[in-house]
T-cell receptor, first 114, second 109 residues
Framework: ETGVTQTPRHLVMGMTNKKSLKCEQH?????MYWYKQSAKKPLELMFV???????ENNSVPSRFSPECPNSSHLFLHLHTLQPEDSALYLC?????????????FGSGTRLTVV | GIQVEQSPPDLILQEGANSTLRCNFS?????LQWFHQNPWGQLINLFY???GTKQNGRLSATTVATERYSLLYISSSQTTDSGVYFC???????????FGTGTKLQVIP
């Protein structure tokens, strides 16, 4: 257990569905991140939140909508996804967004869009 | 943005063997992390190493920032070392973390 918990672990959804991924950290960190990991591609940074404020959006399509209600929780709301969105979605946290702080990752949600 | 290259892309080791994984990066960095991703997807931070050498049990890492590379040493490998190893340097104005494509390691008994 790393202190960062992601739910669900696996998710299968149709292209017309709406679902949400949840991430919770118990480390007292102030920065949280969403990453996408597709087969044979490097991890892609999607969003960065610092103290509940979105500080980076890496040109992610609007069908992905993040929400950070407090510094311990991060959500990724999904709607009208495409099959190419199938991937492992990883949440991470760090003490703050900056080079002095290491990342702690959750176990990921493996998403399949059918 | 910064380019990160890891070598080798794939590696098969006999249990007990030693290995060295390399990470080259194209620009100056503020810091660098090494991660291990197990077969179930969990990423674990192994080292946080902007420069110099650190050791943790059978693993050690060396970063030479001036020459833009980092090395991860695995000694007396075990089957539980199998998985993908990523290096992730931090660079740029907002200290962006960029992941390499990884080295996939398989340790066989």
């Amino acid at each position: 257990e790393t202190g960062v918990t992601q739910t669900p672990r696996h998710l299968v959804m149709g292209m017309t569905n709406k679902k949400s991924l949840k991430c919770e950290q118990h480390l007292g960190h102030n920065a949280m991140y969403w990453y996408k990991q597709s087969a044979k591609k490097p991890l892609e940074l999607m969003f960065v939140y610092s103290l509940e404020e979105r500080v980076e959006n890496n040109s992610v399509p609007s069908r992905f909508s993040p929400e950070c209600p407090n510094s311990s929780h991060l959500f990724l709301h999904l709607h009208t996804l495409q099959p190419e969105d199938s991937a492992l979605y990883l949440c991470a946290s760090s003490q703050a967004p900056g080079y002095n702080y290491g990342y702690t990752f959750g176990s990921g949600t493996r998403l399949t869009v059918v | 943005g910064i380019q990160v290259e890891q070598s080798p892309p794939d590696l098969i080791l006999q249990e007990g063997a030693n290995s060295t994984l390399r990470c080259n990066f194209s620009d100056s960095v503020n810091n660098l992390q090494w991660f291990h991703q197990n077969p179930w997807g969990q990423l674990i931070n192994l080292f946080y190493i902007p420069s110099g050498t650190k050791q943790n049990g059978r693993l050690s890492a060396t970063t030479v920032a001036t020459e833009r590379y980092s090395l991860l040493y695995i000694s007396s490998s075990q089957t539980t070392d199998s998985g993908v190893y990523f290096c992730a340097p931090t660079s740029g104005g907002y200290q962006k973390v960029t992941f390499g494509t990884g080295t996939k390691l398989q340790v066989i008994p």
